[in-house]
C-alpha cells in the first residue's frame, strides 16, 4: 500500500508541475497566436486535449521511473519478485473504465461540439453571405477571384497572387482544383481544406485580427499536400485588413481590372 | 516413417543428376538471369510498341521485364533447382552452401532466412537512415542547398518513406524475429512451407532494389502514399514504386501464409493456445492482418500502374481520387498495427524476463491484440478528415478513439507486471522502457489528431511527421532494437556489450527525442510536410531539429557498430543467459539445425515467475494435444 | 519406394508419403493462401462498384457465354481428375488433365477473343474495370493453365497416391476457385 500512496503523491505533484510547465510554455508560443475563429476552435480543443492528456502522460512515465528506481533487483540478485500476482480487478478495471471514459469524453467534447462550432461558424456566413473567395489551384499557384466584385485573379504590386480579407468577416472559400490535389492552409487561421480535381469544396475562415504576411508569416496561403515540383513553392500572401481598407482596396481593385482590359 | 522418409531421399539422390553447384554464385546467377530476362521482354516490347524518337526503354517495356526480372531472379537465387525442376517432376538438385555463403543463397532453413531477413532489414534501415540524414541536412537552410532540385528532394522523401514502411518496419520484426523465433518458441523444427518461405525472402531485396533505383526514371515525387492523380503526373520512376511495393508486399503476404500455417500445425504437445508465448500470438496476428490487407494494396497498387500504362482513368480526374485514398489507407491503417503488433509481442517477451515477474493480465493483452486486428479497417478515414465534409468525420472520430483503448491494454498489462517486480535494467529493457515511452508520445498526440478541429489544424504539417516517427521509430524501432539485444546472444552465440549497449541507447533516446519532439513544435508554427525550402522563420527551429537527427543518426550508426563487434567477438554465452522461459532458450546458442535435440514438451504457461502457479489464465479453450508430435515438413512435397 | 512403369522412357515413383495430419497442414496452408487471393477479387468487385456503379454498356456478350460453359465443363472434368488421383488411378488423372488443360486454353482462347471484340474504352470508368477483371482473371487462368501443364509433365514420373495426391487436389481447387470468381465476375460485370 505503501508504494502505491507514494506513487499516487509524486504522480499529483509531478502532474502539477507538468500542466503549469506546458501551459506557461505554450502560452508564449506562436501557435497560440492564432488569428481566426476556426483557428480558435482547434486550439480550445488542443488545450482541453492537452488538460486531461497529461495526467495519462505522467502517470505512464512516473509509473515506469518509479518502477525503475523503487523495484530494481540488486545487481548480484538473480530471483524472481516475491511478489507475484496475474491479475487485479481493481487496476484493470479502473484502466478499462477511465479509457472507455477518457476517449468517449473526446469523441464528444471536444470533438462533435468543436465540430459544431465550426458548423456554426459556417452557417453564419451561409445566412448572411458576406463575402466570396472562388480559390482555383493548380501546379503551382493560388488563383483568388472575388465574384460578388468581379474581381479576377487578384495580384498585387508585384504581380503577385495575393488574398485579401476583411477583418472581422466571415469568409466563404471555395475551393477548386485544375489538376492535381492540393491542400488548402492558412496556418493562422487554424484549418485547411484538400483540394480535389472534379470537386468543390468550401471553407469559412473569420479572421479576427488585421495582420499579413510579412508581418506573420504564419498569415499565409501554403499547399499541404504534395503536389509535384512546386510543391513547397506554393504559397501565396494573405492581407487582412479593416473593413474600410478592404472596400478601399476592392475599389482599387476594380478600376486596375477596368484599365487592364 | 522416419527411416522410411530417408531412404526415399538417398533414392532420390541416386537416381538424380549428380549435383553440382551452379555455375555461378546464386545472387550473382539470379542478377544475370534477372538482367536477361529485362533486356528480353524489355527490347520484345520495345520492337512492337516502337516508341517515338527510338527510345530503348518505355515505361509499359520496363514494367513488363521488371515482372521478367523478378522471375529470372528468383529462378537464378535457387528457385530453378528447388521449385521448377520439382515442379515438373525432377528431383531437386539443390544443395545449400554452408558457412557464410548460405546468407547469399537461397535457404530453407528458417533461421537462415530470418537472419537475412533482419540484415536485409538493418541494411535497408541505415540507406533510407542515409537519405533522411540527406534531407535533414537539406534542411538546414531555409533554401535549397544539397539537393539541386525541389523533385530530387521530393524523391527523397518518397524512397524514404516507401522504404521505411514498406521493407524496414513491417519487415524486420515479423520476416527476422518472426522467421527465426516462431519455429522456436512453438518448438518446431521449421516453418510449414520452408520452400515458400525461402522465396519469400528473397523478394525483399529485389523490392528494395526496384525502389531505389527508381532515380533512374526520374524518381517519384508523391512520397510514399502514392496519392492521385499527381502519381500519374509523377516522374517515371512511379512504376518503381508499384512494383517494388507490390513485390515487398508478396513478400509480407507469403510470410503471412506460413507463419499462420506453422502457428496452428506445428505447435509442440503442450503448446496449447493458452499457452502460446505473447510474441507468437503478436506474430498470428499481424500475420492475419496482412493476409487481408496486403492482397487488397496489392491489387490497388496494380490499378494505379495500369492508369499510368494503358492508361486507364480509375484515378484521375475522369475517376475518383479519393478513391486511391481511400484503398490507400484501407491497407495504410491495418498497417500501423502490422507495424506495431510485433512491437507489443517483443514489449511482453521481454518484461516478465527482466522483471522477474509473472505477465500481469495476460489475457487483457490478447483481448487488446484481437479487438485492434478486427478495428483495425474501421480508422482509414481519419487519414482524411481534411478530405470530408463534417458529418463523415463523426463515426471515425469515434472509432480512432477507441481503438486506443485496446492499445492501452498494452500498458495495462506492461505496468502491471512492473508493478513490485524485481527489475534487472538489462539493455533490452532499457530499449522497451523507452519504447513504451515513446509510443506514448506518440498515441496521446494521435488523441489530438483524432480530434477533428485539431486535424484540420495540424494535419500535414510536421505534428504529423512527429506523430508517426513517434509510433513507428519511437514504438517499433525501440522494440526491434531491444529485441536485437535480447536475441541477437541467442542468433550468433555471443553476448552484445552491455555498457556501449546502454550508453547508444541513451544516445538514441536523446537524439530520437529531441529530433520528433521539436518536431511537433515545427509542425504548429506552420511547418508543412514533404518541403525543400521553407519560410524563412521556421529556420532556427529547422536547424536544431537537424542537429539532433544527425545526433540520432549517429547513435544508430554506433548501435550497429555495437552489434558488429558482438557478433564477430562477442564473448561467448549459454543457452540461456537471461535467465527466460520461452523454448527458444531450451537449445544451444545458436540452435543447431534442427532447433532441438528432440522436440520438446511443455507442461506448464511460459511466464510463470516466483512460485506463482505456472498456468496462464487466459480463457481461450484448450485444444486437446494430439498425442505424436506432427511430423516435421519436409523440404518438397509431391 | 513404390516405381511402376507407365511409359517406356520415363521410370515413375510414388508421390513423397505424407501423414494425414501434413495433408491436413499443407492443404490448410493452402486454404490459407487462397484466402488473399479472394481478397484480390474482392476489392476488384468493390472498385468496379466504387467507381463505376452499376453501370453496364453494350459489349459482346456471346463469347462469355462460351467462356462460362467451357469452364464449366473444364470444372467438371478436373474434379474428375481430383476423383482419380485420390484413387490412385494415374492413368485416369492424366487423361482428364489432359482435357482440363484442353479446355482451358480454349476458354483463354474464348477469354482473348471476348477481350478484343468487348470494343469499350479502357479510360473510361467500366471500361477500364471491365479489362482490368476480366485481364486479372485471365492472368489467373493462364497460371491455373500452366499448373496444369506442368501437373502433366509431373505425372510422367510422379504417380499420386490416396495418401498423396495433395498436388492434384490443389490444382483443381485453385482452378475450380477461378470457375467459382469467373461467374461472379460474369454476373458483375454483365449483369449488375
Redesign the interface.
Known amino acids: 500500500m505503501r ?1 502505491i500512496w507514494i506513487f499516487g503523491a509524486i504522480w499529483v505533484v509531478l502532474t502539477a508541475i507538468a500542466e503549469w510547465a506546458l501551459s506557461s510554455y505554450i502560452a508564449s ?3 497560440y497566436s492564432v488569428e481566426g475563429v ?2 480558435h ?3 480550445d ?2 488545450d482541453f ?2 488538460r486531461l ?1 497529461v495526467p ?2 505522467t502517470f ?2 512516473v ?2 521511473l518509479y ?2 528506481l523503487r ?3 540488486d545487481r548480484s ?12 480487478p481493481a ?2 478495471w479502473s ?2 473504465g477511465v ?2 471514459a477518457l ?2 469524453l ?2 464528444i467534447h ?3 461540439t ?2 459544431q ?3 456554426a461558424s459556417a452557417a453564419h456566413a451561409q445566412a448572411s453571405s458576406e463575402v466570396d473567395v472562388e480559390v482555383s489551384a493548380s501546379q503551382w499557384e493560388w488563383q483568388f477571384s472575388y465574384p460578388q466584385y468581379g474581381l479576377e485573379d487578384v495580384v498585387n504590386q508585384d504581380g503577385q497572387d495575393e488574398l485579401v480579407l476583411p477583418e472581422g468577416k466571415t469568409v466563404k472559400f471555395t475551393l477548386e482544383s485544375e ?3 492540393h ?1 488548402f ?1 492558412i ?2 487561421l ?5 483540394v ?4 468543390t469544396r468550401t471553407i469559412y475562415f473569420t479572421p479576427t485580427v488585421a495582420d499579413d504576411t510579412s508581418h506573420n ?2 498569415m ?1 496561403v ?12 506554393m ?1 501565396a500572401d494573405v492581407r487582412v485588413l479593416p473593413q474600410a481598407q478592404f472596400d478601399a482596396w476592392v475599389q482599387q481593385q476594380k478600376k486596375l481590372s477596368a484599365s487592364g482590359s | 516413417m522416419a527411416t522410411e522418409m530417408g531412404a526415399q531421399h538417398t533414392g532420390e539422390k541416386e537416381e538424380s543428376a549428380p549435383q553440382h553447384r551452379p555455375s555461378l554464385p546464386p545472387v550473382l546467377r539470379g542478377m544475370v538471369w534477372g538482367g536477361i530476362a529485362f533486356a528480353l521482354l524489355n527490347f520484345f516490347v520495345i520492337a512492337i510498341q516502337r516508341p517515338e524518337y527510338g527510345a530503348l526503354v518505355s515505361e509499359v517495356s520496363v514494367s513488363v521485364g521488371m515482372g521478367g526480372a523478378l522471375i529470372g531472379w528468383l529462378l537464378g537465387i535457387g528457385g530453378y533447382e528447388t521449385w521448377l525442376l520439382p515442379w515438373f517432376g525432377r528431383p531437386a538438385a539443390w544443395r545449400e552452401p554452408e558457412g557464410w555463403q548460405r546468407y547469399f543463397s537461397f535457404s530453407t532453413d528458417h533461421k537462415v532466412i530470418g537472419i537475412q531477413y533482419l540484415i536485409t532489414a538493418t541494411g535497408t534501415f541505415l540507406v533510407a537512415g542515409m537519405v533522411a540524414m540527406a534531407m535533414r541536412y537539406n534542411l538546414m537552410t531555409p533554401s535549397l542547398n544539397l539537393f539541386p532540385t525541389s523533385v530530387a528532394y521530393e524523391s527523397a522523401v518518397s524512397i524514404h518513406g516507401t522504404l521505411m514502411l514498406f521493407a524496414v518496419s513491417v519487415v524486420a520484426i515479423v520476416g527476422g524475429f518472426g522467421n527465426y523465433f516462431v519455429p522456436l518458441m512453438i518448438g518446431a523444427k521449421d516453418m510449414v512451407f520452408p520452400r515458400l518461405n525461402g522465396i519469400s525472402y528473397w523478394l525483399i531485396p529485389f523490392g528494395v532494389l526496384t525502389i531505389l533505383l527508381s532515380p533512374l526514371l526520374g524518381g517519384f515525387v508523391t512520397g510514399w502514399t502514392g496519392y492521385e492523380p499527381l502519381a500519374a503526373r509523377s516522374p517515371s520512376g512511379q512504376i518503381f514504386y508499384y512494383i517494388g511495393v507490390f513485390t515487398l508486399g508478396l513478400s509480407s503476404l507469403l510470410t503471412a501464409v506460413n507463419v499462420i500455417a506453422t502457428t496452428v500445425f506445428l505447435r509442440a504437445p503442450g503448446v496449447t493456445w493458452g499457452r502460446l508465448p505473447m510474441f507468437v500470438w503478436a506474430m498470428l496476428v499481424t500475420s492475419l492482418l496482412n493476409l487481408y490487407w496486403v492482397p487488397s494494396i496489392g491489387t490497388t497498387f496494380i490499378l494505379g500502374l495500369l492508369d499510368r500504362l494503358v492508361p486507364t482513368d480509375f484515378f484521375g480526374q475522369g475517376g475518383l481520387p479519393l478513391a486511391w485514398q481511400s484503398l490507400f489507407w484501407l491497407f495504410g491503417h491495418p498497417e500501423v498495427y502490422i507495424i506495431m503488433l510485433p512491437a507489443w509481442g517483443i514489449w511482453l517477451e521481454v518484461l516478465p524476463v527482466f522483471a522477474r515477474k509473472t505477465l500481469f493480465a495476460q489475457r487483457w493483452a490478447l483481448i487488446g491484440f484481437i479487438v485492434i486486428m478486427l478495428m483495425s479497417n474501421l480508422v482509414w478515414a481519419h487519414h482524411m478528415f481534411t478530405d470530408m465534409g463534417n458529418a463523415e468525420m463523426i463515426p471515425f472520430m469515434l472509432f480512432t478513439e477507441l481503438i486506443s483503448i485496446p492499445t492501452g491494454f498494452m500498458y495495462l498489462v506492461a505496468l502491471g507486471t512492473m508493478w513490485r517486480s524485481r527489475i534487472r535494467l538489462t539493455t533490452p529493457m532499457i530499449l522497451v522502457l523507452m519504447s513504451l515511452f515513446n509510443f506514448l508520445i506518440g498515441g496521446l498526440s494521435g488523441v489530438f489528431l483524432a480530434d477533428g478541429p485539431v486535424n484540420l489544424a495540424v494535419h500535414d504539417s510536421y505534428f504529423v511527421v512527429a506523430h508517426f516517427h513517434y509510433t513507428i521509430i519511437g514504438g517499433m524501432v525501440f522494440a526491434w532494437l531491444a529485441g536485437m539485444y535480447y536475441w541477437l546472444p541467442k542468433i550468433t552465440g555471443h553476448a552484445i556489450n552491455e555498457v556501449w549497449g546502454k550508453i547508444n541507447a541513451v544516445a538514441i533516446f536523446i537524439g530520437f527525442n529531441a529530433t520528433f519532439g521539436q518536431m511537433f513544435l515545427a509542425g504548429m508554427h506552420g511547418m508543412n510536410r514533404r518541403i525543400a525550402l521553407y519560410p524563412a522563420y521556421l529556420a532556427h527551429q529547422n536547424l536544431w531539429i537537424s542537429i539532433s537527427a544527425f545526433v540520432l543518426g549517429a547513435a544508430f550508426a554506433s548501435t550497429m557498430v555495437n552489434f558488429g563487434i558482438a557478433w564477430v567477438r562477442g564473448r561467448q554465452v549459454g543457452a540461456n543467459p537471461w535467465d527466460a522461459k520461452t523454448l527458444e532458450w531450451k537449445t544451444a546458442s545458436p540452435p543447431p539445425k534442427e532447433n532441438f535435440e528432440e522436440i520438446p514438451v511443455v507442461t506448464e504457461g511460459f511466464y510463470g515467475y516466483g512460485n506463482a502457479g505456472a498456468e496462464p489464465e487466459i480463457f481461450v479453450p484448450r485444444v486437446a494435444v494430439a498425442a505424436d508430435p506432427p511430423a516435421p515438413p519436409t523440404g518438397v512435397s509431391g | 519406394m513404390a516405381s511402376a512403369r507407365i511409359s517406356n522412357e520415363t521410370s515413375v515413383h510414388a508421390a513423397e508419403a505424407l501423414t494425414p495430419e501434413q495433408v491436413r497442414m499443407y492443404a490448410a496452408g493452402f486454404w490459407i493462401f487462397m484466402v488473399s487471393e479472394a481478397i484480390i477479387f474482392i476489392t476488384l468487385f468493390g472498385v468496379r462498384f466504387l467507381l463505376a456503379g452499376t453501370t453496364v454498356l453494350p459489349t459482346n456478350r456471346i463469347i462469355p457465354i462460351a467462356t462460362t460453359v467451357l469452364l464449366l465443363a473444364s470444372g467438371y472434368t478436373s474434379s474428375v481428375s481430383s476423383r482419380a488421383a485420390a484413387q490412385g488411378e494415374n492413368v485416369r488423372l492424366r487423361q482428364y488433365v489432359r482435357l482440363t488443360s484442353l479446355l482451358a486454353f480454349l476458354s483463354l482462347i474464348s477469354v482473348a477473343i471476348g477481350w478484343a471484340t468487348a470494343g469499350l474504352d479502357p479510360a473510361k470508368q467500366y471500361g477500364g474495370i471491365f479489362y482490368t477483371i476480366i485481364g486479372y482473371h485471365a492472368f489467373h487462368e493462364l497460371v491455373g493453365l500452366f499448373l496444369f501443364v506442368s501437373l502433366l509433365i509431373r505425372t510422367r514420373r510422379i504417380a499420386y497416391t490416396p495418401q498423396n495426391h495433395l498436388a492434384v487436389q490443389g490444382t483443381v481447387w485453385f482452378w475450380e476457385f477461378l470457375i467459382v470468381v469467373w461467374i461472379l465476375a460474369y454476373i458483375i460485370l454483365y449483369f449488375i
Open positions: 508504494h508560443d506562436p501557435f476556426q483557428a476552435i482547434a486550439l480543443a488542443f486535449l492537452l492528456v495519462v502522460g505512464v512515465t509509473f515506469i518502477s525503475i523495484f530494481r533487483a540478485s538473480q530471483q524472481d519478485s516475491p511478489h507475484q500476482f496475474r491479475y487485479n487496476f484493470t484502466w478499462v479509457s472507455i476517449n468517449l473526446f469523441v471536444p470533438g462533435i468543436g465540430l462550432q465550426l458548423w489538376d492535381v490535389v491542400g492552409w496556418p493562422a487554424g484549418q485547411k481544406k484538400d480535389i480535381p472534379g470537386m508569416p504564419m499565409r501554403q499547399c499541404t499536400v504534395i503536389c509535384g515540383a512546386g510543391h513547397p513553392y504559397e
